[in-house]
């Protein structure tokens, strides 16, 4: 199947832990992103790399660093996990003739 | 900056009944509008856009008109079901910004019997 996939779905760990999620998409797209989506639903765009080259970083805390190893992959990795990390994260993907973005699933991160 | 507007929810309809959930934006240029809809426990859907004023996005019995003078696309469905029940979202993309979608607040609907 053509998507976005991310692991893990659920992912409960304790404060001042390092995490990663990973993603892939197996559609060609250019661009992936990072999105998180807090308890009220709210969605705010965290990171973009274009063919693995960052091209957007949004006032996020230096404590979450993506990593994209090719332009099929980006990964979020978060240092010193806090409470207030915990939202849900989506990746998503576009390919630069398309004004859709393809998302993933999202991963469910619980700091306690 | 660039902002959307979504009106606050939750929406509680009964089936068969009018859907309208208003959207509204600002942004310079010329932005693609589009409706995304989350289902409970699920990722975000892309249920329709529209990438130039006057455009109809149209999916699944839903729609959605790219008005310019009032910068709004307003999403619309005649008859609405119970498995409609979802948050929808309003985004838009603005291709000053690296295409990045910026969301509205969501709208949740709930579809009674």
């Known amino acids: 199947d053509t998507a976005v996939s991310q692991t893990p779905k659920y992912l409960v760990t304790q404060m001042g832990n390092d995490k990663s999620i990973k993603c892939e998409q197996n559609?060609?797209?250019?661009?992936m992103y990072w999105y998180k989506q807090d308890s009220k639903k709210f969605l705010k765009i965290m990171f973009s790399y274009n063919n693995k080259e960052l091209i957007i970083n949004e006032t996020v805390p230096n404590r979450f660093s993506p990593k994209s190893p090719d332009k099929a992959h980006l990964n979020l990795h978060i240092n010193s996990l806090e409470l207030g990390d915990s939202a849900v994260y989506f990746c998503?993907?576009?390919?630069?003739?398309?004004?859709?973005?393809?998302f993933g699933s999202g991963t469910r991160l619980t700091v306690v | 900056g660039n902002s959307v507007t979504q009106m606050e929810g939750p929406v509680t309809l009964s089936e068969e009944a009018f859907l309208t959930i208003n959207c509204t934006y600002t942004?310079?240029?010329?932005?693609?509008l589009f409706w995304y809809v989350q289902y409970p426990g699920e990722g975000l859907q892309l249920l329709l856009k529209a990438t130039k004023a006057d455009d109809k996005g149209s999916n699944k019995g839903f729609e959605a008109t790219y008005r310019k003078e009032t910068t709004s696309f307003h999403l619309e469905k005649g008859s609405v079901q119970v498995s409609d029940s979802a948050v929808y979202f309003c985004?838009?993309?603005?291709?000053?910004?690296?295409?990045?979608?910026?969301f509205g607040a969501g709208t949740r609907l709930a579809v009674h019997p």
């Open positions: 998503a993907s576009r390919n630069r003739d398309d004004y859709g973005y393809t």
């Open positions: 559609l060609g797209h250019d661009t």
């Open positions: 985004a838009l993309s603005a291709s000053g910004g690296y295409n990045k979608l910026i």
């Open positions: 942004a310079t240029g010329y932005p693609s």
